[in-house]
């Protein structure tokens, strides 16, 4: 199931936000579009293909945070890893960006894809981790200030400032999955995949809570960088799907 959470246009809501950021500015948008998806597996000699994705199409905007929705083993995964790029094998159909049709070398420079897990340090503060993602991201010929700049800027769009010196082991889930996105926008990608961000989740009550709180960051941040996001998601019987 796809589904999108549809936006006003980038010069309407998104002037007054964007006034304050200086480093995330530079993205145009990228649209993407499929068209006939199809993927199987080999079942063995003698034994039709199993197909887990057939005939698959449709579009994700930029500036709209889409989901693709269904119980586990539907599929979700398999079509945001080609979307990415990174299944090939056994896949048919076309994908186009902007119209044009997807080089997947290129495409994989100018997107993030947000696992599962955060692999945060522990013993790193979140200015430390984010400075290391800006040293290995970023060309050598970036200044120090320049990267402490744009970092304090994405902090500040996720609303992570006031735990700038906090230690990564000491911040909530929430605050965990913020800064794994933060690490991601350093060099300012216009499409960012999120494969089942709340997944690990298992307490009920705790579950609704974070699945919304998450979903509102990708949100936020989508509409603020007019980039498109895409998400993967198991839970298609919780309130918070109501979000989109």
């Not at 990174?86 to 997107?111: A, C, L, Q």
């Not at 010929?141 to 769009?157: F, G, N, P």
């Amino acid at each position: 199931m796809l589904n999108n959470n549809k936006r006003s246009s980038p010069e309407n809501s998104c002037d007054t936000q964007r006034e304050s950021i200086t480093h995330i500015l530079n993205n145009n948008g990228k649209d993407l579009r499929f068209d006939g998806i199809k993927y199987h597996v080999f079942k063995g000699r003698g034994i039709e293909n199993k197909f887990i994705l057939k005939d698959i199409s449709g579009v994700f905007k930029s500036g709209q945070l889409s989901a693709i929705m269904g119980p586990s083993g539907a599929g979700k995964s398999s079509l945001m890893n080609i979307l990415a790029g990174y299944r090939t094998k056994n896949v048919s159909g076309n994908t186009f960006v902007n119209k044009e049709e997807r080089d997947p070398h290129e495409f994989r420079k100018i997107t993030s894809y947000i696992m599962q897990d955060d692999l945060l340090l522990p013993h790193l503060s979140v200015e430390e981790t984010m400075m290391c993602s800006a040293n290995l991201k970023l060309s050598e010929s970036t200044d120090t200030a320049t990267k402490k700049m744009m970092v304090h800027d994405i902090l500040s769009v996720l609303s992570l400032s006031d735990a700038i010196h906090t230690r990564t082991s000491q911040l909530s889930g929430g605050q965990k999955k913020r800064l794994a996105i933060a690490q991601e926008l350093v060099n300012n990608p216009p499409v960012m995949f999120f494969d089942e961000p709340t997944r690990w989740v298992l307490c009920q009550i705790k579950m609704k809570a974070f699945c919304f709180e998450i979903y509102l960051i990708a949100d936020d941040v989508t509409g603020k960088v007019w980039l498109t996001a895409l998400m993967s998601s198991h839970r298609t019987q919780q309130k918070s799907t109501l979000f989109f």
